[in-house]
């Protein structure tokens, strides 16, 4: 789950500790074309919050499809936004205009 995709977030050294390990699993879980915030996977964990999520996602993230995990606000991470839309127009993600529609696009958690 470690390492750097081209372009996408870096990743972290070592073995991610447990709680990384269920973050990131969550974000395995993600369809295509279907995002959750950050705040989403911490509430759905039960545990921590939107910046732990986020500092996950930062050191481990790479191997995980990390541009279907947002901002609240719909806007993907700074830096990634590029190769993030390159993405979600491949998955078929419903937008307005440079944010995900996360009215339309958000994941509860649930199979669809």
């Given at each position: 789950?470690?390492?750097?995709?081209?372009?996408?977030?870096?990743?972290?050294?070592?073995?991610?500790?447990?709680?990384?390990?269920?973050?990131?699993?969550?974000v395995?879980?993600?369809?295509?074309?279907?995002?959750?915030?950050?705040?989403?996977?911490?509430?759905?964990?039960?545990?921590?919050?939107?910046?732990?999520?986020?500092?996950?996602?930062?050191?481990?993230?790479?191997?995980?499809?990390?541009?279907?995990?947002?901002?609240?606000?719909?806007?993907?991470?700074?830096?990634?936004?590029?190769?993030?839309?390159?993405?979600?127009?491949?998955e078929?993600?419903?937008?307005?205009?440079?944010?995900?529609?996360?009215?339309?696009?958000?994941?509860?958690?649930?199979?669809?």
């Amino acid at each position: 789950m470690t390492g750097r995709p081209p372009g996408g977030p870096p990743g972290g050294r070592g073995e991610p500790p447990p709680y990384a390990e269920r973050v990131l699993g969550v974000v395995e879980r993600i369809p295509p074309g279907r995002v959750m915030s950050y705040g989403d996977v911490a509430e759905y964990l039960g545990e921590g919050g939107p910046r732990q999520v986020g500092r996950v996602m930062s050191q481990w993230g790479g191997g995980v499809p990390w541009w279907r995990v947002i901002r609240a606000d719909g806007s993907p991470a700074p830096g990634l936004e590029s190769e993030c839309f390159a993405r979600w127009r491949v998955e078929g993600t419903p937008m307005r205009g440079a944010r995900a529609d996360m009215r339309a696009a958000r994941w509860d958690g649930r199979t669809t």
